[in-house]
């Protein structure tokens, strides 16, 4: 591995990070609004 692949790596590994992040936190979100709607529905 070359010494410019290297930062590139980093970047690429960066980024799908940030997007698995970004989904799982969407993901929490639509639970949670589920669930209060529910909690909300049933009181």
């Known amino acids: 591995m070359s ?4 930062p ?3 970047f ?3 980024l799908e990070l940030q997007l698995r992040l970004q989904r799982l936190m969407q993901e929490n979100g639509q639970q949670w609004l589920e669930n ?3 909690a909300g529905s049933e009181n």
């Open 3 to 6: 010494n410019e692949t290297i």
């Open 8 to 10: 590139l790596n980093l």
């Open 12 to 14: 690429k590994a960066n």
């Open 36 to 38: 209060a709607t529910r």
